[in-house]
């Protein structure tokens, strides 16, 4: 197929371009768009056909459930039945934004929720996204990406991994937060963190008073939710990360990437000590993770499409350690402490 590319301005959406591309949407078609997260692949949750062509399209297991993305807050409370008392105060927290709330469903969803009787439903925190659900009603939508890749953070991502594959792209720019939803069960007392995100553990006990925070799943399970149980963000590049002090994480870097076709994951602290020959990206200041996320995915693409080896210091984070958690993944577990060199 001819993919259909629309730009769209964020700040001004053009309705008529969304109603363009929400009727491929309830024509059974599949339309990438961005959210602040990364972008999604998108698919009317009532055209089982549809949901079946985002599987496909990705390469995606078939037991790797899908989230639903709604427009309204209210519409969790129609697709969820039993839920905590604390819900609403989620919701109301943040919602839109990037937090997704595994809850009990109300339906049986032939295709996309891999047999679970619980659904994954996020509101994101983007105007063109809000506006295409709004139109073409409430959609699955993974990163539109091929699975087990690197996500999309921008529209020439998309294109660069689906082209001719879907139906429309919408060019709404790069995405601001750049790592995908914090995933949250919250079918118990307490919620408990099921993949970090930029609403951390913290954020959340903050508003409802407890959390319990991510912990690694066994690769085994059944999971809640996407993004959880397979490999993801990997890049074809060999990849390693480097732990412990940034000074000595920089050094053994060095050392491991002479003689390599190599590139670097570094952070504005440690900048200075590579040597020009070598090919660095600058990923942001240690202190603030939020910019270092938004900047992952891009430069992560933009290595592996000239290296063949990357190198990435270990980012230590109070916040949650979802950068952490992306680059460990990245590296498929792949992570040594630099006082090992």
Do not use: W
């Not at 339309?31 to 985002?54: H, K, M, N, Q, W």
């Not at 790592?179 to 993949?195: C, K, M, N, Q, Y």
């Not at 990923?283 to 990435?312: C, H, M, Q, T, W």
Request: with cysteine.
């Amino acid at each position: 197929m001819n993919t259909i590319v629309k730009d769209v301005d964020p700040l001004c959406v053009d309705k008529d371009i969304i109603r363009e591309a929400a009727s491929i949407i309830l024509s059974g078609g599949l339309v990438a768009f961005p959210t602040e997260t990364v972008y999604g692949l998108g698919a009317s949750c009532d055209i089982e056909s549809a949901v079946r062509d985002i599987y496909a399209v990705k390469c995606r297991p078939t037991d790797n459930p899908l989230i639903l993305h709604i427009a309204d807050a209210s519409d969790f409370f129609k697709l969820t039945v039993n839920t905590a008392g604390y819900v609403p105060l989620l919701i109301e927290a943040f919602c839109p934004g990037p937090l997704t709330l595994v809850a009990k469903s109300a339906r049986k969803y032939a295709c996309g929720s891999a047999g679970l009787d619980t659904i994954a439903i996020r509101m994101p925190n983007h105007p063109v996204a809000l506006e295409l659900i709004k139109q073409a009603g409430a959609m699955f939508a993974p990163s539109a990406n091929i699975s087990g890749g690197i996500s999309p953070t921008t529209a020439a991502h998309v294109l660069n991994d689906l082209k001719d594959r879907v139906h429309c792209v919408l060019n709404g720019g790069a995405c601001a937060v750049g790592i995908e939803s914090t995933v949250a069960d919250v079918t118990g007392d307490v919620p408990r963190i099921l993949r970090p995100g930029a609403v951390t553990a913290n954020d959340i006990a903050s508003v409802v008073g407890a959390c319990d925070a991510f912990v690694e799943p066994i690769a085994n399970n059944n999971p809640f939710s996407g993004g959880i149980k397979y490999t993801r963000y990997a890049p074809k590049a060999n990849m390693r990360v480097v732990t412990g002090h940034p000074l000595a994480a920089a050094q053994a870097i060095i050392r491991l990437a002479h003689g390599k076709n190599a590139g670097v994951l570094a952070t504005a602290q440690t900048m200075n000590l590579y040597p020009n020959s070598m090919i660095v990206i600058n990923l942001g200041d240690r202190d603030r993770p939020e910019k270092i996320s938004a900047n992952l995915y891009k430069s992560l693409r933009e290595l592996d499409a000239k290296v063949d080896y990357i190198f990435a210091e270990g980012i230590d984070e109070a916040s949650g350690g979802a950068v952490m958690d992306r680059l460990l993944k990245a590296a498929r577990g792949s992570a040594m402490p630099a006082e090992e060199f």
